[in-house]
């Protein structure tokens, strides 16, 4: 049975986690130029560009989130600018707008308050919907892979995306249930999940983690985010910072392994091979912190999405960047 505090968590409008923290990480400078990656509803943009007289290149897959910004854009006279593309397309789209290399990237992962609230987007097991999850314009949705896969793809993005124990038992349920007749609405794709889970103790919905890995399936999310980390890298300038919000363990991941690596601390693949075989490049980055900034409990209060929110931020050094060929 969902709580009231599970349909209020879901129904608020979009608050900007860690907020404060995400700009004392970007520390932003007067005249500097600073990329939100995953525009959104614009509160971390606002903020930077409140904070001091600088510009911002705001990005978002979703074309109704650029179409909703276009009063903000009045706004700040010519100090935002909105693109709508990929954040894997980080690098051209940022390049197409600017010569200089830019002084911060944020990037807030995951999915937003504002597409959860719309049924019609189909990412909530909450509101029923489309079995839809699409972020932008021309992935296929959630309906298509829940369909169309083979048990065998399910079980993989089930375990894969979801970290979901059960995979297995709940993909073979979505087939049979799929030849009597498609599945086609979030609230069918739960209940087939909540009576597969059945007796299983959770403190989350139980159809929780498979709507996770189907979301990250159809819109790419750990491939995109793979490569906006290595975009930022080569967009920031010596002393640009990054900041990096994410929602769960597998996006968590992601950024602490790929700073650790930027930063020197990734052990050397073959602790046989000496030292001076297998020099490292010099630094990339240096971590703003050794450990990861989660919210408080006054935030949680508030704004429950935050609850589950990791933030890991970095400094870029003065070192070119670092191939990926060279820390394999």
């Known amino acids: ?33 600073y990329v939100d990656g995953t525009f959104g509803s614009g509160g971390y943009a606002r903020a930077i560009l409140d904070s001091t007289a600088c510009k911002i290149i705001g990005i978002d897959r979703d074309p109704s989130a650029i179409a909703a910004a276009r009063t903000m854009y009045d706004e700040y006279n010519g100090r935002l600018c909105l693109k709508e593309g990929r954040i894997s397309d980080m690098e051209a789209i ?8 830019v002084d911060g990237v944020a990037l807030d ?13 189909g990412f909530s097991f909450i509101l029923d919907g489309p079995l839809d999850m699409r972020m932008g314009r021309s992935e296929e949705t959630a309906a298509d892979i829940v369909n169309l896969r083979t048990e065998k793809d399910l ?11 059960y995979a297995k038992r709940i993909a073979l349920a ?14 069918q794709l739960a209940e087939i999940v909540r009576k597969v889970l059945s007796g299983k103790n959770s403190s989350i919905d139980q159809a929780t983690r498979t709507f996770q890995a189907l979301r990250i ?34 996006e968590d991941r992601e950024v602490k392994n790929f700073l650790k690596s930027r930063s020197g601390l990734s052990s050397r693949a073959n602790r046989h091979i000496p030292e001076f075989a297998t020099k490292m490049p010099d630094p990339s980055f240096n971590l703003i912190s050794r450990g ?9 209060a508030t704004n429950p999405r935050a609850r589950s ?10 070192a070119a960047a670092i191939s990926e060929e060279m820390i394999i």
């Open 174 to 187: 979505i087939c049979e249930n799929r030849r009597k007749s498609p599945i086609s609405t979030t609230s």
């Open 309 to 318: 929110a990791r933030l890991r931020g970095a400094q870029r050094t003065c």
């Open 292 to 300: 990861v900034y989660k919210p408080t409990s006054e935030e949680v």
């Open 94 to 101: 940022v390049n197409s707008e600017t010569t200089e290399q």
């Open 155 to 165: 079980i993989k993005i089930l375990r894969n995306y979801g970290e979901e124990r």
């Open 217 to 250: 399936a159809v819109n790419d999310e750990i491939n995109q985010l793979k490569c906006a980390l290595i975009a930022a890298e080569r967009l920031l300038k010596s002393g640009g910072r990054l900041a990096v919000v994410s929602f769960h363990s597998l």
């Open 109 to 121: 992962l995951g999915v937003s308050s504002t597409q959860l609230n719309d049924r019609a987007r």
């Open 1 to 33: 049975m969902k709580t009231d505090s599970s349909i209020t968590a879901h129904t608020q409008t979009h608050i900007p986690v860690m907020l404060p923290e995400v700009i004392a990480i970007l520390d932003p400078k007067p005249g500097g130029i």
